[in-house]
């Protein structure tokens, strides 16, 4: 009688443990950027503010439409490429995502878009800049950052207005972010009246730039810009010391406005020369900006470059749609994200009708010390 007892309350305590599952739903959330390759550590940092803002989700309970919500994060490598981009967008979709947190480079976000746009599955971006992203008009693409109109006319206004610089040479890297940023630098540059003596042209994947300095240095420029990343702006500046280019001003948006471009200068002097935007408030005028880098940096240290309280409030986005709709269903709540007024660690996040940020701002830098500043 004991035993069928004992049997029994298992039973019933089996039956409850069903019922608790039963009601729990796994949604998955995707992020992709690189985490291979020479830009892996821009794409850990960003994962890790994904990751940071589901463990944060998961340990508060979220209920929608009735049921308890387990998240769960689908992370992707692509490497920075625009087809590996592509193939993880698929992926995603097929994994039937309910979102996805991502890209991080112009170059894989921009293709990536269309894929989730055939798919009905909205996507946040917090580090892919080039305004090109949002000119086809999807309903699922949406930014949280500001765009390269921005970044590239507040550099020039900088070098024209504060810095009174006559003359620059032009250098990108051929991607759609560098080529981007590069020319609407130009573009205000040369409307401010300076004159650009030189225009060059590189890779994101060089490391040796003589040859197209020493052609630079002939012209004698007063500043360079520079459009990529920093895994190339570090060696540059390296190059740039040791042909006696110490005086020329170096400019370069988010892309090179890093922690890590101070190892990669590896302690030229030129570094003292850059000025670089980023979209968005410093971290200490960010609403939340403070605690959450406390936080962060307790969890991963020395891994912090810039985008990663983008993601975290991209995340917390997409629930907060969610949570308006009482769905997780993409076709349902992804009206509720274009309606968004988030107030989120970076900002207070809100949409003009094209999934562009509505008044987004923008941060200019300069390194002392070898330490990113806020200007």
Known sequence: MQLKLKLTVVAAIAAVAGVASAQEQVVKIGHVAPVSGAQAHYGKDNENGARMAIEELNAQGVTIGGKKIKFEL???DDAADPKQGTAAAQKLCDAKVAGVVGHLNSGTTIPASKVYNDCGIPHVTGAATNPNLTKPGYKTTFR????????????AFYAADTLKLKTVAIVDDRTAYGQGVAAVFKKVAAEKGMKVVDEQFTTDKA??????LTAIKSKNPDAIFYGGMDPQAGPMLRQMEQLGMG???????DGVCTSEIAKLAAGAKTLENVVCAEGGSSLAKMPGGTAWKAKYDAKYPGQFQVYSPYTYDATFLLVDAMKRA????????TPELAKANFKGVTSTIAFEPNGEMKNPAITLYVYKDGKKTPL
Not at 326 to 333: M, R
């Open 247 to 253: 005086n020329v001003k170096y400019f370069g948006g």
């Open 74 to 76: 689908v992370a992707e």
């Open 144 to 155: 949280i950052i500001a765009n390269d109109n921005a970044l590239g006319a507040g550099l």
């Open 207 to 212: 490391t040796d730039f003589m040859a197209i």
């Open 326 to 333: 009482n769905s997780v269903d993409p076709k349902v709540y």
